[in-house]
Nanobody, 124 residues
Framework: QVQLVESGGGLVQAGGSLRLSCAAS????????MGWFRQAPGKEREFVGA????????YYADSVKGRFSISRDNAKNTVYLQMNSLKPEDTAVYYC?????????????????WGQGTQVTVSS
């Protein structure tokens, strides 16, 4: 059974930074892409970015490109989301998810396991 546990969320002022972590257990972490999504109150879950299984390729939503970056440490079974220049509109619950292939993109259908989420709140 694959489990994903996010951490690192919190309250930050606009312009600040946060780094989220997602620790995976079960399965073979290095075989699968990993993705980050977010969901704000009253909105649909939104793709943030993804990283290939070996960490060579990344793909980002236009809304975060240039501000967020994803990395992974396969030795630690952990994927990270570094968020810089945060804006109030980045406020959401952030989820990590395991991709069903070595590289996945923006559709939630491409992911089979999800974490419980971590809250990120950006104050203006």
């Amino acid at each position: 059974q694959v489990q994903l546990v996010e951490s690192g969320g919190g309250l930050v002022q606009a312009g600040g930074s946060l780094r989220l972590s997602c620790a995976a257990s079960g399965g073979t972490f290095s075989s699968n892409a990993m993705g980050w999504f977010r969901q704000a109150p009253g909105k649909e879950r939104e793709f943030v970015g993804a990283i290939s299984s070996r960490g060579i390729t990344t793909y980002y939503a236009d809304s975060v490109k240039g501000r967020f970056s994803i990395s992974r440490d396969n030795a630690k079974n952990t994927v990270y989301l570094q968020m810089n220049s945060l804006k109030p509109e980045d406020t959401a619950v952030y989820y990590c998810a395991r991709g069903m292939r070595t590289m996945t993109y923006r559709s939630t259908d491409e992911y089979d396991y999800w974490g419980q989420g971590t809250q990120v709140t950006v104050s203006s």
